[in-house]
């Protein structure tokens, strides 16, 4: 079993918000792995990091999926820049912790962008002042 990890780098308009965590554990879960991917907000870099846990060789095989395929769910003309993949040695990884808090996190991101396309729905919308009297 080994731990991994590797960042994805680029302009925060083309790494964030496009669906990569939700791709990136998607693909991970399956492979087989274990992920967890966390966006990096540095203004002077900013990055997603993703750890991903199981078989050297599979995580090598979703490393290099990951490099070779735009894995954006929102595609973007910008470009991002995969690194290399290097060995975890960080704090015990609490798994089940991270994959709640990623599932509620991309709930509330849901709703938001939800509520905000109903509420421009809404906003576009006569109201209909018809009746049925005849």
Do not use: C
């Amino acid at each position: 079993m080994a731990d991994m990890i590797f960042y994805i780098q680029g302009k925060e308009d083309d790494i964030f918000n496009k669906g990569s965590r939700p791709a990136l554990m998607g693909t991970a879960a399956e492979l087989g792995l274990k992920s967890a991917a966390s966006n990096v907000r540095d203004k002077a870099k900013p990055r997603v990091q993703v750890l991903a846990s199981g078989s050297y060789d599979v995580i090598t095989s979703f490393h290099q999926y990951v490099n070779d395929n735009d894995i954006r769910v929102k595609k973007s003309e910008g470009q991002y820049k995969v690194g290399d993949l290097q060995e975890y040695n960080g704090p015990n990884i609490d798994w089940s912790g991270y994959q709640m808090s990623a599932m509620f996190e991309q709930m509330y991101k849901g709703f938001n962008e939800a509520n905000e396309r109903l509420s421009s729905i809404e906003t576009k919308l006569e109201p209909n002042n018809t009746s049925d009297d005849g």
